[in-house]
């Protein structure tokens, strides 16, 4: 009975020192680097404007490790900014971490859009052992679009309250937007003669769109125009926003209409007595021949 109660022990006592073994192992000689962290600051960056790409590294191992290099490989919309793409810390000891930062930058004229760039980790562990991970890392491209909204044209002034006006759109940043609809809202300050909701469509980088309203002002001082914007940024995210323009009344003699309905008129009276005269002159014509 002791014999064999010895022999357990020692078939135990075997196997925990094949599993420490084979711990010690996986810890001493695998990849003990892990890169935890991969991250940009900030999450999302803009075309034109810097950013940094932070990797936290930390030795998961029991031993140290050192001669730690870090290469970034960034694609070729990304470049470096002031930096260089290596980094290098020379030791870490058991769980010890570092942080290498890298400062890049997305080209003035890129598309809005994700990005993948690697980075490749080297080391050495402590009984001399090279070591390589490859890691992966999406940058997001992406800026807040800005919209620039101006009365183009109205034919709304003092002395004609009903009209149309012509509101536009300008997309002035280097985002793109797409499945724009914009809303005229209520006011006390005018009446809406036609559908209040109109579907733009896509708007890119520097261009414009006009929108069309018919509406019916009360009063002569300058109208506020409020507009409810909705539309998806390069990323399918839903924005919506809030934006206005303001309508000038002008009196009829500043935009020349007092002038150019003095001058119609003019002419509608020369026309009138031009045809009334060549009425007069077959009528005189006529009663002359009836005479002889």
């Known amino acids: 009975m002791k014999l064999i109660l010895i022999v357990m022990v020692v ?4 196997g925990v020192s094949a599993l420490d ?3 010690w192992q996986r810890l001493n000689f695998g990849h003990v680097i892990v890169v935890d962290g991969l991250e940009t600051e900030p999450a999302t960056i803009e075309p034109g404007v810097a950013a940094i790409l932070r990797a936290e590294i930390s030795n998961q191992g029991n031993e140290f490790t050192k001669d730690i290099r870090a290469e970034l490989k960034l694609p070729d919309e990304i470049g470096m900014f002031n930096d260089v793409s290596q980094k290098k810390i020379f030791k870490l000891v058991s769980e010890g971490s570092g942080v290498m930062e890298f400062s890049i930058i997305a080209l003035p004229g890129i ?3 994700i990005y993948v760039a690697n980075l490749s980790v080297d080391y050495i562990n402590h ?8 890691y992966k890392i999406s940058i997001i491209v992406k800026s807040k679009p800005k919209m620039y909204v101006q009365i183009e044209e109205s034919d709304v002034y003092r002395g004609k309250k009903l009209g149309e006006i012509s509101v536009k759109f300008v997309n002035n940043n280097v985002a793109d937007i797409k499945f724009l609809t914009v809303e005229l809202k209520e006011s006390e300050r005018y009446k809406i003669l036609s559908p209040k909701k109109v579907y733009v469509g896509d708007l890119d980088s520097d261009d414009f769109e006009s929108v069309d309203y018919r509406i ?5 001082d300058e109208v506020l125009i409020p507009l409810k914007i909705t539309y998806k940024d390069a990323m399918n995210n839903p924005i919506e926003d809030e934006v206005a323009a303001v309508l ?3 009196s009829g003699k500043d935009l020349g209409k007092v002038k150019s309905q003095t001058l119609r008129n003019v002419i509608i009276g020369l026309v009138v007595l031009g045809v009334g005269w060549w009425f007069w002159r077959r009528w005189k014509k006529k009663k002359r021949r009836e005479k002889y």
């Open 127 to 134: 009984i001399g052992e090279e070591r390589n991970d490859e």
């Open 21 to 23: 073994t084979d711990n």
């Open 248 to 250: 000038t009344m002008h």
């Open 11 to 14: 078939f135990f006592v075997a």
């Open 216 to 220: 019916k002002v009360k009063g002569n």
């Open 111 to 113: 598309s809005e859009g």
